[in-house]
């Protein structure tokens, strides 16, 4: 009989809830969120629940459950992530009212026996580098652009006339006839304007760094996402660390609804055959489709005549992109998941 063990992780305690089959709780566990309380857990399921039984179901918060996760299956258990949108609607559906970490667990465990193809758990150090590297040049980013508008403001009251473009001050030659002009101001807000202009050069130099970095991580973990008009090394960098393995992806669909891009049915009456916008899934791996989108309808190509087609059937060009997105979510994905026959098959097919 199989035993589904659901586990609600936070950062200082993971609960986990033991269910049967038929969902009934069986057992219930508190541990520290440490190596020492994995062990606890593990010693617990493992003298409670025979080993070909037993089924871990974590919340797909990997942020929070990446380390138990690690754990668990380093010791050969068999873990599958619940989307967080399951597990509320399980918890919605108890007859226990209100919400505590048991709660959920149980609600995480009912979820993953009512879902039979939930995703298995599995951790490719390929992505994971390449979402931390994307994630730490983007807040370098946000933080330059802080220091820009700062400097800006300094440089206006010094002279108004002296109004650098935001990405002028990305380049070297620029910051060096400012910082040359600040030497011979005198005051606190020329000081301090030096000051702000010496640290976006640091800045600058540590994003460029990364970016050179992501390049090259990305040339040798999925090149052929090159190959895709409008998905520059950046883009496909933040494309294979959101998608974190696209073996975790039953179909395309799957992935098109991850994304954010796949349509949502919403039929009442004589409307049948109508959808309206998704704008759950993932935001960044939305993000990095649009970029795309965006990319091949202002160059041309394949993705600029399905475009066309579809503006010339009615469409709005919101809703034209939208469908392009679709498209391009089907291209990613079999390109990330047949390498060798999407670097020589033409890019977008699906959209001409």
Same mark, same amino acid.
């Given at each position: ?7 609600? @992780? ?27 309380? *994995? ?42 992530? @619940?989307?967080?949108? &399951? ?18 667990? &149980? ?5 993953? /026996? ?8 599995? *951790? ?11 994630? *730490? ?16 403001? *300094?440089? $206006?009251? =010094? ?9 002028? /001050? ?7 006839? /400012?910082?040359?002009? /600040? ?15 010496? %640290? ?8 460029? $760094? =990364? ?13 052929? =996402? &090159? ?32 994304? %954010? ?23 960044? =791996? ?9 990319? +091949? ?5 394949? %993705? ?36 060798? +026959? ?11």
């Amino acid at each position: 009989m199989v035993v589904v063990l659901g586990a609600d @992780v936070h950062k200082r305690t993971h609960t986990v809830v033991a269910v049967d089959a038929v969902g009934v709780k069986t057992g219930e566990r508190v541990v520290a969120a440490t190596d020492a309380g *994995h062990d606890v857990l593990l010693r617990w399921a493992r003298g409670s629940f025979s080993d070909d039984e037993r089924v871990w179901a974590v919340e797909d918060c990997r942020h929070l459950t990446a380390r138990l996760e690690r754990c668990l299956l380093a010791a050969g258990e068999r873990v599958v992530r @619940v989307p967080p949108k &399951l597990m509320a609607g399980a918890r919605q559906s108890a007859r226990t009212r209100g919400k505590s970490d048991p709660i959920d667990a &149980l609600a995480v465990a009912r979820a993953a /026996l009512r879902e039979p193809d939930l995703p298995a758990a599995a *951790h490719d150090a390929v992505s994971r580098e390449l979402k931390l590297l994307t994630g *730490h040049r983007e807040d370098l980013v946000a933080e330059r652009t802080r220091m820009v508008n700062r400097f800006r403001w *300094h440089l $206006h009251e =010094l002279d108004p006339e002296r109004d650098p473009a935001p990405t002028a /001050l990305n380049r070297a030659v620029v910051r060096d006839q /400012l910082a040359g002009w /600040l030497a011979g101001q005198s005051g606190l807000v020329a000081e301090l304007a030096a000051e702000i202009l010496a %640290g976006i050069g640091v800045l600058t130099t540590r994003i460029n $760094h =990364l970016e050179r970095r992501i390049a090259a991580a990305v040339a040798l973990a999925a090149p052929q =996402l &090159l190959d895709i008009p409008g998905c520059g090394p950046l883009t496909a960098a933040k494309i294979v660390g959101e998608t974190a393995g696209i073996g975790r992806f039953r179909s395309e669909a799957c992935f098109a609804m991850t994304a %954010g891009v796949a349509p949502i049915p919403v039929w009442s009456g004589n409307t049948a055959g109508r959808v309206r916008l998704n704008r759950g899934g993932n935001r960044q =791996l939305n993000a990095a489709l649009h970029r795309i989108a965006i990319t +091949q309808v202002r160059t041309g190509g394949l %993705g600029r005549t399905y475009y066309d087609k579809r503006r010339a059937a009615g469409d709005t060009s919101a809703e034209a992109y939208r469908a392009l997105k679709r498209r391009l979510a089907r291209t990613v994905y079999n390109t990330l998941k047949t390498p060798a +026959q999407a670097s020589t098959e033409p890019t977008l097919a699906a959209a001409a």
